[in-house]
């Protein structure tokens, strides 16, 4: 059975690119979030296999979301995935629990990598 | 306001765009503003919070941003549509985010807000009475962008 992804983005262009980029390797994309708020009722609703997290979002931040995902279900496979690079942010989100962190603009192969060590499982 | 907060935009802007885009932009001529207002049909506005703050605006003509959201979809614009837009605005977030990186190898800690397209010429924005720095980037066969860096540091701000 296809891995179940959680995508969350405030712009649609990332989440369509997301989206196209897991959908062709052979995982399902479950739901689409485009804030914190939605993010969080959404893994509670579906029980995704994973979470891809982008940090600037209007409403809730990433890093508050992983924070509140985490505290729901601390197995939760979350990946950053953000323009925001700097090593405070990063730091900040490996210690909140998140699994992985990705920095925009990245290459389809560095998703890929990032979904495929988490969920070999 | 200071060039050195400048840099690290046109440094981010030209690796960002080098990626997306897989073309090297060539920097133009730096020059001033007195105040920060759009010049251009296409504008990404970013706020940047934290120890520098204001606001950063990637300007740039339809054409241009037609072009640019082309090749980061990856199929031709037909209508500046909300997909094509959410890309444009997407790529003024992922210049936004890695110069934040580089101003904070410089020690500034900063953040970035959501980016808001406003589209039209000569909308002028007076929240902040800060200077403008104007970096022009020229990417072949997509056409010119114009980068406004509008930001002080907060000492400055508060002082002000």
């Given at each position: 059975m296809a891995k179940r992804i959680l995508i969350t983005d405030d712009a649609l262009f990332m989440r369509v690119t997301l989206k196209n980029i897991l959908t062709q390797n052979g995982y399902e994309v479950v739901g689409e979030a485009s804030n914190g708020v939605e993010s969080v009722a959404l893994y509670k609703s579906l029980k995704p296999d994973l979470v891809t997290m982008d940090i600037t979002m209007p409403e809730m931040d990433g890093i508050a979301a992983l924070?509140?995902?985490?505290?729901?279900?601390?197995?939760?496979?979350?990946?950053?995935?953000?323009?925001?690079?700097?090593?405070?942010?990063?730091?900040?989100?490996?210690?909140?629990?998140?699994k992985d962190f990705i920095v925009k603009p990245f290459q389809p192969d560095r998703v890929l990598e990032a979904v495929q060590k988490l969920l070999a499982a | 306001m200071k060039v050195e907060y400048v840099s690290p935009f046109a440094e981010a802007a030209v690796n960002v765009m080098e990626m997306l885009l897989n073309k090297t932009p060539e920097r133009g001529k730096l020059s001033a503003r007195p105040q920060i207002f759009t010049t251009q049909q296409i504008n990404v506005v970013c706020?940047?919070?934290?120890?520098?703050?204001?606001?950063?605006?990637?300007?740039?003509?339809?054409?241009?941003?037609?072009?640019?959201?082309?090749?980061?979809?990856?199929?031709?614009?037909?209508?500046?549509?909300?997909?094509?837009?959410?890309?444009?605005?997407?790529?003024?977030?992922?210049?936004?985010?890695?110069?934040?990186?580089?101003?904070?190898?410089?020690?500034?800690?900063?953040?970035?807000?959501?980016?808001?397209?406003?589209?039209?010429?000569?909308?002028?924005?007076?929240?902040?009475?800060?200077?403008?720095?104007v970096i022009p980037l020229i990417v072949e066969e997509i056409g010119q962008i114009e980068i406004n860096v509008s930001l002080a540091e907060k000492r400055e701000l508060q002082a002000a």
């Amino acid at each position: 059975m296809a891995k179940r992804i959680l995508i969350t983005d405030d712009a649609l262009f990332m989440r369509v690119t997301l989206k196209n980029i897991l959908t062709q390797n052979g995982y399902e994309v479950v739901g689409e979030a485009s804030n914190g708020v939605e993010s969080v009722a959404l893994y509670k609703s579906l029980k995704p296999d994973l979470v891809t997290m982008d940090i600037t979002m209007p409403e809730m931040d990433g890093i508050a979301a992983l924070k509140e995902i985490k505290a729901h279900d601390p197995a939760a496979n979350v990946v950053m995935c953000t323009a925001m690079g700097q090593k405070n942010m990063v730091v900040e989100a490996i210690q909140a629990g998140a699994k992985d962190f990705i920095v925009k603009p990245f290459q389809p192969d560095r998703v890929l990598e990032a979904v495929q060590k988490l969920l070999a499982a | 306001m200071k060039v050195e907060y400048v840099s690290p935009f046109a440094e981010a802007a030209v690796n960002v765009m080098e990626m997306l885009l897989n073309k090297t932009p060539e920097r133009g001529k730096l020059s001033a503003r007195p105040q920060i207002f759009t010049t251009q049909q296409i504008n990404v506005v970013c706020g940047i919070t934290g120890d520098i703050a204001g606001l950063v605006i990637y300007g740039m003509s339809m054409v241009t941003a037609d072009r640019i959201a082309s090749t980061m979809i990856g199929a031709p614009v037909v209508a500046f549509d909300g997909l094509a837009a959410s890309a444009i605005a997407e790529l003024g977030n992922m210049v936004s985010g890695n110069s934040l990186s580089l101003l904070s190898a410089q020690g500034f800690r900063c953040d970035i807000t959501p980016p808001t397209i406003i589209r039209g010429t000569n909308v002028k924005i007076t929240t902040l009475n800060i200077p403008a720095l104007v970096i022009p980037l020229i990417v072949e066969e997509i056409g010119q962008i114009e980068i406004n860096v509008s930001l002080a540091e907060k000492r400055e701000l508060q002082a002000a």
